[in-house]
């Protein structure tokens, strides 16, 4: 199934996207309860066989009635991200930086501050004033489902709601002059999401699939989550040793190779461009840069 949140009549709305993505499906009509995605999330494992008998009585609503909005406009906690854990994108990372690439032994997490998320067609601000070199990251964004603490590995994908697309919008002099990850990757509106959350079910299990960014028409990012050095299992199992994960919490799961700081010269985002993230299976997240 496919989830989103929605504004139709001035109200925000959690909806069930049709199997062909043309309409929406308010899910008020099944839940009264359910104002936000992550009580959706939360409840879900009681409702989802409810959702599939009742589909067909629910009122559709065309998607182009609606303004489609990110999937959790204002997350709980900060954005949990992983740093260069695709070992290309690894290798193009370490170039950059002007140092030999060494395959890591754990993975490089941080932080992302989100006061809102960046809606499918949203604006991206360029931050001008204080960055030169703004650069894009298409990422698989892993949903929680459910709290946990602790977990194995094996516990994982039973800790797991679905999936989206992230762009996790960074500012590489920032990056570079500060030292660490946090404050060039957390300035306001650097954290698009959408365009829905697909449950687990519809991909595979470790998610095998395509991520591509495209920038004005020109395809920048090409690989796949196979290139992936440390998988969802290892990852989450272990955050949650010492972290404990909520319904609705959201975790960035690194970023292939051909990122702009990679090219020679680098290609980085200016006022106007157009980016397009996508990961197979789930959609496109199209944002401008302004």
Not at 82 to 102: D, P, T
Not at 105 to 114: A, I, L, M, T
Request: charged letters at 25%.
């Amino acid at each position: 199934m496919k989830f989103c949140t929605f504004r139709y009549l001035e109200n925000e709305l959690v909806g069930l996207v049709s199997a062909d993505e043309q309409v929406v499906f308010d899910l008020k009509e099944v839940d009264a309860s359910i104002t936000k995605m992550e009580i959706l999330i939360e409840k879900y494992p009681d409702l989802e066989e409810a959702l599939a008998e009742k589909i067909n009585q629910l009122t559709p609503i065309s998607m182009d009635e609606i303004e489609l909005l990110s999937p959790i406009p204002r997350p709980k906690h900060d954005i949990l991200c992983v740093g260069v854990n695709y070992r290309l994108h690894a290798i193009e990372s370490a170039k950059f930086a002007g140092r030999e690439y060494l395959a890591p032994k754990h993975p490089v997490y941080f932080s992302k501050r989100v006061n809102q998320t960046v809606k499918p067609d949203g604006m991206i601000q360029a931050h001008a004033d204080i960055t030169e070199k703004l650069d894009y990251e298409v990422e698989l964004a892993v949903i929680i489902g459910k709290t946990c603490s602790k977990i194995s590995p094996d516990e994982v994908f039973d800790a797991i709601f679905g999936y989206t697309v992230g762009n996790d919008v960074s500012a590489r002099d920032m990056q570079a002059a500060y030292g660490q990850f946090m404050f060039g990757k957390s300035l306001d509106g650097f954290a698009p999401l959408g365009p829905w959350i697909v449950t687990k079910d519809e991909l595979s299990q470790p998610p095998h699939v395509n991520l591509k960014t495209y920038v004005n028409g020109e395809l920048r990012q090409n690989s796949n989550t196979s290139d992936l050095i440390f998988d969802l299992p290892y990852m989450i199992s272990e955050l949650s040793q010492g972290i404990t994960l909520e319904p609705g919490d959201i975790l960035l799961t690194g970023t292939p190779a051909g990122v702009g700081m990679g090219f020679q010269p680098p290609k980085f985002l200016q006022a106007g461009d157009e980016v397009i993230c996508e990961i197979e299976g789930i959609g496109q997240l199209r944002n401008t840069i302004y």
